[in-house]
């Protein structure tokens, strides 16, 4: 185990600096050689442009981890507590560099893309995941948590949308709208029961007792933290995507219709 920590710690510091790397250098270089009109954006939203563009990479990278360890992982799924937690140290340790590389963002350019949302999200993760990556306990709730990732990149190509300036009657940014607003539910909305049909299958077993009192805590108190937060973004999605398929095509419709008349 203590060797599962250093390599963890290790992990977690090369996520650490990419991520920061790629905030500063990387994704400068490429949005202006490959994005025709970044350069023009302001400089608000350049800073939110870098901070979304890592944040897609860490959410495919994690992506792929979280379905690998969820479909073949047999160790994690047959027991969520102690099972293997290996693959899923190393899943959450990139996670945790990214969730410390993103605070120290957010913090440095607070007054561009604050957000105390975002600072109690991160911070619950990685309460949580202390307990994952130093003991290796509850691997497989940890990564069901990490299903929520796959639906950032679709949150991220609407903003990208719109800060490029595509009407928002146009085609493409409707059906990113729904896309984002389908990805959002399916991956941290509609996996709500089973997680917690889990939870309680677990809570009610003797394995339960078997953790400290601190797991018991953070992995509580962490995904009730974290799915209110959920539930208020979906319920925000859920507006803007209503307003743009209904609001906005009324709205159309009666200015054809007084044209026409």
């Known amino acids: 185990m203590e060797t599962y920590t250093c390599l963890c710690g290790t992990i977690i510091a090369c ?28 400089v608000k939203k350049i800073i939110e442009w870098h901070s979304r ?52 963002l957010i913090l440095h350019y607070w007054r561009d893309i604050g957000d105390r949302f975002f600072i109690m999200h991160h911070l619950s993760a990685v309460y949580a995941y202390y307990y994952v990556l130093t003991i290796g306990v509850l691997p497989y709730f940890a990564n069901f948590r990490q299903l929520a990732e796959l639906s950032t990149p679709f949150v991220n190509q609407r903003w990208f949308l719109e800060a490029m300036g595509y009407p928002k009657k146009s085609r493409l940014y409707v059906v990113s709208g729904v896309a984002m607003a389908v990805a959002f539910f399916v991956v941290r909305i509609a996996v709500l029961p089973p997680y917690y049909m889990r939870m309680l299958s677990t809570i009610r ?57």
């Not at 994704?27 to 202006?32: G, I």
């Not at 969520?80 to 945790?96: H, M, N, R, Y």
């Not at 394995?207 to 979906?234: E, H, R, Y």
């Not at 999605?237 to 743009?244: P, S």
């Open 53 to 104: 563009t890592v944040s897609t990479l860490h959410a495919l990278i994690v992506g792929t981890f979280c379905l690998y360890i969820l479909w073949f992982d047999e160790a994690v799924n047959i027991d969520p507590v102690w099972g293997e937690p290996f693959t899923v140290q190393l899943s959450i340790a990139i996670t945790t560099g990214y969730l410390f590389s993103d605070l120290l």
């Open 205 to 261: 077993s003797p394995v339960f007792d078997t953790l400290g009192i601190g797991p018991k805590i953070s992995w509580l108190a962490a995904s009730l933290c974290l799915d209110v937060m959920n539930l208020i973004w979906m319920y925000k999605i859920a507006r803007g995507c209503y307003k743009v398929l209904f609001v906005t095509q009324r709205a159309s419709n009666k200015s054809i219709n007084g044209k026409e008349n």
């Open 15 to 42: 996520s650490f600096g990419t991520f920061q790397a790629l905030f500063h250098w990387a994704s400068p270089m490429l949005s202006r050689r490959f994005c025709a009109g970044f350069s023009d954006l302001p």
